[in-house]
Every structure is written in structure tokens, then in C-alpha cells.
């Protein structure tokens, strides 16, 4: 498995923040991406790469997903330039908004497919 870019100063933060999370973070662990429900493929949660801790990871698949809420609107620079540094480390990065999550969680769940290699769809190891 290539780096992962773990950054081990903010293991505490990134704790809290678990903890401390949105309504459409905790929705979209419960339903989709905890105990290797989507697909068989291991997620972690509020996982600190460099300076940023980003909502979701599969490592294996080098894929974050980040849930925006409402401050994201005010942060729309700043999430440009966090998703051009994770790219530039090898992550795909998908951007999902918290209302999607909380009122059409089919259609996000079909978002997040789309992004999974084919052999993960059918059910062979990437």
C-alpha cells in the first residue's frame, strides 16, 4: 500500500472531531461506510492526512469524501485548495453536500459508486 500521508500530531483533533460530528457524517458511517458495508471496502473516519483531516477515507482506494454543510459555503477557496493538495498526493477527492446526505441518501450512495473501480462493483479485489 502507497503512503498514506497519516499525520500522527493530529490523531487527538481528529478524535474529537469524531465525536463531535455532523448530523450527515454520522448518517452516511451508520448507513454506508462503517463495518465494511459499501461494497467490502474498509473506511475510516476524520482521518488526519498532512495538515487537513478529511471526513472519510479508504485508503485502498486512495478515495475521500467529504461532507459539506452549510460553512462550507463560506470555505469555498479553502476546500479548493485542500482538494488540489489531496490530488496532488494521489486521492481522489468527492465532495458531498450534508442535505443530499440527510434527504436522498440513494442517490448519494449511486454518487459514490461511480467513483469505485469496476472490478469493486463486481464484487474482485482492486
Known amino acids: 500500500m502507497e503512503k498514506s500521508n497519516y499525520n500522527k ?3 487527538v483533533y481528529a478524535r474529537h472531531l469524531r465525536k463531535a460530528g455532523t448530523p450527515g457524517e454520522a448518517v452516511l458511517w451508520a448507513e454506508v461506510l462503517s463495518a465494511k458495508k ?3 471496502l474498509q ?4 482521518f488526519a492526512i498532512e495538515n487537513f483531516i478529511v471526513d472519510f ?3 485502498k482506494l486512495r478515495l475521500v ?6 460553512s462550507h459555503q463560506f470555505k469555498i477557496e479553502e476546500d479548493v485548495l485542500r482538494d488540489i ?3 496532488q498526493l494521489g486521492y481522489e477527492v468527492v465532495r ?3 442535505s443530499d446526505v440527510m434527504n436522498d441518501l440513494d442517490n448519494v ?18
Open 109 to 126: 450512495i449511486r454518487t459514490l459508486e461511480a467513483c469505485l473501480p469496476e472490478e469493486v462493483i463486481k464484487g474482485q479485489s482492486p
Open 85 to 87: 493538495r489531496l490530488r
Open 43 to 46: 473506511f475510516n473516519r476524520q
Open 65 to 70: 469524501i467529504e461532507v459539506d454543510g452549510m
Open 96 to 98: 458531498i453536500n450534508e
Open 38 to 40: 459499501f461494497y467490502g
Open 9 to 11: 500530531k493530529l490523531k
Open 57 to 59: 477515507i479508504c485508503r
